[in-house]
């Protein structure tokens, strides 16, 4: 699970975590703000240049001067162009990278296996590794954009102290008040940012749940109610992302306002300085072109503060990402023996009360349980881990990650599938060879509802509740571990297949002589039937214990397996 020292040095502070995209793009970065630097001092020049050219060359009717006034400016616009082509090139490189580092490490903390502890809707983490990202990423640009437009502001003021002091020192002083007066609204570009990113990556949670929903949702006439709630957060999205334009707009608005009347006061000045003749007409042009020229520059460097605030925003929400706390905290403790038995003693919860289970090496066990949020409970404690629970004689919460994996899959009755294929889904690493993996999709009766090659939509969509159910148990099939608890994997397949699968859970996991132990939470009769041991458990303990068919003879056991 990541923390904010894996982080690194951006991990203390937003702020420094927006930084971190520079320091690890060091040389990149270098070259991209080089280039972009001299892109831009080349576009200062080139007014600077003209002016030179009319003083020394057009007043003088100098032929020399104007010939190599022109090769100068041939060979100013070669550097001018080829800085930026390249300059830029480095810059989309840099976004690019960064971005994709970014992705990766939300991809990586949302798939660890110890989980997360969030309450952030998928459609959420999702906004975090699309338009956070993206933001993140472009302040960088925004940054070398404005660093270079520093450079030209700079050399702007040195030439135009050397054409008439006074006009230098306007600039000198006037840019800074102009970026200062833009800069007031960065607090309300920031907040009304932040809250327009959270209620976006919202609405986007909410449409994602209801995409993934929807057949529940027609299934039980939810679809107005839903509808409904969606656009009352897709409306306060809206006016957010409204409220955060306006005050886009506005830094924007005032920036060109008071840049464009600042560089009209430094062209008028000029022009009365020509006409006192204090200034040549080169002079004049220069100032001209360059008050022309530098409205650019003033607005990147005054839109900085915008990008910077739409970028801290974007770095709060993914360092609160990055840094959640994971579901399961993970153990030291080495692997146990192979083989060894799961035990439960003494699990308590909201409706457990002391339940103590104990399995058998080779076994498949049956766990009635009257109580649906008493199974879930036991499921819970089974995938997250107890110090109630034990393997091999080591508490679960004791086990690392590796450990526990490699001899407990705990598969829950609501299970995801994932875009591609069949074989992709049962089989992701592929370990299987044919042969193994056709006895997998045998044994939970997929093998006649979807094909290894079939296309699998994001969580399955286009597949009924039965296919789904039995691919996802034919994935947990397939992982082939020691210890295997399967809760409820046939609730949506027919009697006829519920038969099959209980037939192939037996046959594949439970040959004689076969070491692999498999629990089933369950009230199904066809699969308690093919258990070894069948434990019946009302108010969070153990009520009744035997085999299926010495069980059935109970009113109660009865009542519950066939109701």
């Not at 989980?115 to 999702?126: I, K, N, Y």
């Not at 629970?389 to 598969?411: F, K, M, N, W, Y």
């Not at 439970?510 to 108010?539: E, F, N």
Request: charge should be neutral; include cysteine.
């Amino acid at each position: 699970m990541t923390t904010r020292r894996d982080l690194g040095p951006g991990g203390s502070s937003p702020w420094r975590f927006v930084f971190r995209g520079v320091t690890r793009n060091k040389a990149r970065m270098a070259g991209f703000l080089l280039l972009l630097t001299l892109w831009q001092l080349c576009e200062t020049l080139v007014p600077v240049l003209i002016g030179l050219i009319i003083d020394r060359a057009v007043a003088t009717s100098d032929w020399t001067w104007l010939a190599l006034g022109g090769a100068a400016l041939l060979v100013l616009f070669g550097v001018l162009s080829s800085s930026y082509r390249f300059g830029s090139r480095l810059g989309f490189g840099v976004i690019q990278r960064e971005r994709h580092r970014l992705r990766t490490e939300i991809a990586r903390h949302a798939l660890d296996a110890r989980g997360v502890r969030t309450d952030a809707l998928t459609g959420e983490t999702l906004s975090l590794a699309t338009s956070d990202t993206d933001s993140m990423a472009f302040a960088l640009r925004s940054l070398g954009y404005s660093l270079a437009s520093a450079a030209s502001l700079a050399l702007s003021a040195w030439v135009l102290l050397g054409i008439h002091t006074g006009l230098g020192l306007v600039v000198l002083l006037g840019v800074p008040l102009v970026m200062a007066a833009v800069q007031v609204l960065t607090p309300l570009v920031s907040r009304r940012t932040r809250d327009q990113q959270a209620g976006t990556a919202h609405a986007t949670g909410i449409a994602t749940d209801l995409v993934r929903g929807l057949r529940v949702l027609q299934g039980i006439g939810a679809e107005d109610r839903a509808a409904a709630r969606y656009r009352g957060v897709s409306r306060r999205a809206r006016i957010a992302g409204i409220r955060g334009a306006e005050s886009h707009g506005a830094m924007l608005g005032l920036t060109s306002l008071l840049s464009g009347g600042f560089l009209a006061l430094v062209a008028f000045l000029a022009g009365d300085l020509a006409l006192a003749g204090e200034i040549t007409v080169g002079g004049l042009v220069t100032v001209v072109g360059l008050s022309q020229y530098l409205a650019e520059p003033i607005e990147a460097v005054g839109g900085i503060g915008a990008q910077a605030a739409q970028a801290h925003a974007s770095a709060v929400r993914i360092l609160g990402h990055l840094t959640g706390k994971p579901l399961v905290e993970e153990g030291t403790r080495a692997l146990p023996p192979t083989g060894a038995a799961l035990r439960v003693e003494g699990l308590t919860g909201r409706r457990l009360s002391g339940l103590r289970v104990v399995s058998r090496p080779g076994e498949m066990l049956g766990l009635a349980v009257e109580d649906p949020v008493c199974a879930s409970e036991l499921m819970d404690a089974l995938a997250l881990g107890s110090a109630s629970i034990t393997l091999g004689g080591v508490p679960l919460d004791q086990l690392s990650t590796e450990a526990r994996r490699a001899h407990l899959v705990v598969s829950p009755h609501h299970v995801d599938l994932f875009e591609g294929t069949v074989r992709g889904n049962v089989d992701p690493a592929g370990l299987l060879d044919d042969a193994a993996f056709d006895a997998v999709l045998s044994a939970s009766a997929a093998d006649d509802a979807a094909g290894p090659d079939r296309p699998v939509t994001s969580g399955g969509a286009a597949f009924s509740g039965g296919q789904r159910q039995r691919v996802a148990l034919a994935r947990a099939l397939a992982s082939r571990a020691p210890i295997l608890v399967l809760h409820d994997p046939t609730t949506a397949v027919d009697a006829v297949t519920e038969h099959r699968i209980a037939d192939g859970i037996r046959d594949l996991r439970h040959p004689p002589g076969g070491g692999l132990i498999t629990w089933l939470v369950t009230c199904s009769p066809a699969l308690l039937a093919r258990c070894d041991r069948v434990l019946q458990v009302r108010d969070g303990a153990v009520v009744a214990e035997g085999a299926h068919r010495d069980l059935s003879a109970a009113p109660d056991y009865r009542e519950l397996v066939l109701r």
